[in-house]
């Protein structure tokens, strides 16, 4: 896609536009266990994809704030339509890191769908294959999001030296690397029967003993990207961090619509008011709201601030990348009271399927599950805030 028809893009009204559609097509996507492929290639054309790709490959290379009004947006309708777009989006980071000419190759296709698990599940051997040096890699992962749409699968893999133990990199961490397979030497396990983001297709994948180019392996962690744009100053963790924000702050939103379109037409048993008239849903939907906005502010402020200094000089502190981190993990708790309090508040109708509710609470509580927003971000981030040295490779 050529850079003036990249600059029409706008992906936040095109989430807009898919809204209505993946809201009517939510059961369908949940009853498939994937993103449908009609929607996931749409959602290729309209750019969705190609928001963390350079502007060289015919990317957005856009202000992680962008990524997340784009999801969120799509989350209010959908939760597992707007998942697979954020890791499609931020699998894409790879193409800032692999050579030029590889990255090209993958990226510039417009309709390309990546996909990827950065947990180094995988072992790789370093080999030659007709003389060109690589790696033979085999492994089996898990939350495989996105999977079954994409072209281009990327995993994490040890890199295991002659002695068969995992060599270890400068920052005094296993050294590890993402490698990519075209999806075709990718088997899909179907292993992906949860209680929420269902239609996700986050399914296990494998490889075994596959060759894997060295210029299609990169470390996110040691490597510098090749792309010096303020959006690659930006962490890999980070970045996944956001997306799952994203997620669950539209979650949020769409579940406090959602009790608002209820709350004017219900009355509870026992009660001769609306539930629009009761107190209780005063209180609730108020402590929903401020949870959800205050949660977002906080978010969009930590992003801003990095970004600001990514572009004025090239790189971002510590302190911005804990306050990413920080900011994601109290987006998605605050995400989970909001939903929660709608829930509960909507009564016995939030149960059935015909409503939203049921499948926004669901969907919420499976993204609290995520490594990248789990407990042990706010050890990392409560360290860094007291001032306790910190091994920070991994923040």
Not at 5 to 16: C, F, I, T
Not at 59 to 80: F, I, Y
Not at 264 to 277: D, E, F, I, M
Not at 359 to 382: C, I, K, N, P, W
Request: glycine residues 10%; contains cysteine; aromatic residues 6%.
């Amino acid at each position: 896609m050529a850079a003036r028809e990249m600059e029409k893009l706008d992906p936040v009204a095109a989430a807009d536009g898919f809204a209505e559609e993946i809201a009517r097509r939510a059961a369908e996507i949940e009853a498939n266990r994937f993103l449908p492929q009609d929607i996931a290639a749409r959602f290729a054309e309209a750019g969705l994809y190609r928001l963390c790709i350079p502007a060289e490959y015919g990317g957005l290379e856009a202000n992680p704030a962008v990524l997340v009004k784009t999801v969120e947006r799509l989350a209010q309708a959908d939760g597992s339509a707007a998942w697979c777009v954020f890791i499609g989006a931020t699998s894409g980071l790879l193409s800032g890191f692999l050579e030029p000419a590889e990255a090209r190759r993958i990226f510039a296709d417009p309709h390309v769908i990546t996909a990827g698990v950065f947990a180094p599940r995988g072992k790789a051997v370093r080999a030659t294959e007709g003389g060109v040096p690589g790696y033979r890699v085999s492994g089996r992962w898990q939350w495989g999001s996105g999977s079954r749409n994409a072209s281009w699968i990327s995993c994490g893999a040890l890199i295991i030296g002659e002695d068969g133990k995992p060599e270890m990199a400068a920052e005094g961490i296993p050294q590890n690397r993402m490698m990519m397979f075209p999806a075709a030497d990718v088997h899909l396990h179907d292993t992906w029967d949860v209680t929420g983001l269902c239609g996700t297709g986050s399914t296990d994948f494998e490889v075994k003993d596959v060759f894997v180019p060295a210029t299609r392996a990169v470390s996110l962690v040691s490597d510098k990207p090749l792309a010096a744009k303020p959006l690659y100053c930006f962490p890999t963790f980070g970045l996944l961090g956001i997306g799952i924000a994203a997620v669950s702050l539209g979650l949020a939103r769409g579940a406090i619509d959602t009790l608002i379109d209820l709350a004017g037409g219900k009355t509870p048993q026992g009660s001769s008011k609306p539930l629009a008239l009761r107190a209780k849903a005063h209180l609730d939907v108020s402590e929903a709201e401020a949870h959800t906005r205050s949660a977002r502010a906080f978010l969009m402020e930590a992003i801003e601030a990095a970004w600001e200094a990514a572009a004025a000089k090239g790189e971002i502190t510590v302190a911005h990348r804990r306050d990413i981190r920080l900011a994601t993990t109290h987006a998605v708790r605050a995400s989970v009271r909001a939903v929660d309090l709608m829930y509960t508040l909507a009564g016995g109708s939030s149960v059935y399927r015909s409503s939203a509710l049921q499948r926004q609470f669901r969907d919420v509580h499976v993204a609290t599950q995520h490594m990248m927003v789990s407990d042990a971000t706010y050890e990392l981030t409560g360290r860094l805030l007291l001032g306790v040295p910190t091994n920070t490779a991994m923040l």
